[in-house]
């Protein structure tokens, strides 16, 4: 991956406006789990040029840096606008997106949007056990003891199949995956 990084950097010397390739070089900084440097280059791309995949990574980037002020901005202001946007044109990373916004409000002890977060994913993605788990404990901090059961009893009535479903699914395959 250092040689690909090497291969990146020497054409954007050459070319510094090659939107998609300062994007390709950012997302493989995120892999690489050099967050500060890949939000440096996510911010040096037009925001206009991001498509979902690079938004997503982006965000991993924020979240990988502990950048609490901007991640607090970004979940609590534009998150809820551009979740609209994204679920209408890009199912995948909406799941991707929703998930980072569950976890990012589980941590910070904000049950009722970690509630509506991990509920929002079992209406669209219900064939995942670790909802119904995460989000019966989400109910069982907010002293919710018999609605967390409920959903347990739901998580134990899936089957194999509904889950090899899930994971053959084309809107869902390999969205954990960046």
């Given at each position: ?7 990146f950097?020497?054409?954007l ?7 998609a ?6 997302a ?20 206009a ?14 979240t ?81 003891k ?33």
């Open positions: 991956m250092a040689k690909l990084l090497k291969c950097d020497c054409h010397r050459f070319n510094p406006k090659d939107w390739v300062l994007q390709r070089r950012a493989l900084l995120v892999v690489l789990k050099r967050f500060d440097e890949a939000l440096v280059a996510f911010n040096r791309v037009p925001n040029t991001l498509g979902q995949p690079e938004r997503w990574m982006w965000l991993q980037s924020l990988g840096c502990k950048r609490e002020t901007e991640l607090k901005n970004w979940f609590e202001d534009r998150w809820p606008a551009y979740s609209k946007k994204v679920k209408k044109d890009a199912q995948t990373y909406y799941l991707k997106f929703l998930w980072s916004a569950a976890l990012y409000y589980q941590k910070r002890n904000m049950l009722n949007q970690a509630e509506a977060a991990f509920e929002a994913l079992l209406r669209d993605d219900p064939y995942d056990p670790e909802h119904y788990l995460n989000l019966s404990k989400i109910l069982l901090k907010s002293g919710k018999h609605e967390a059961a409920d959903i347990l009893k739901r998580a134990l009535q899936l089957t194999p199949q509904q889950m090899d479903q899930r994971n053959l699914a084309p809107s869902t395959i390999n969205w954990y995956a960046g």
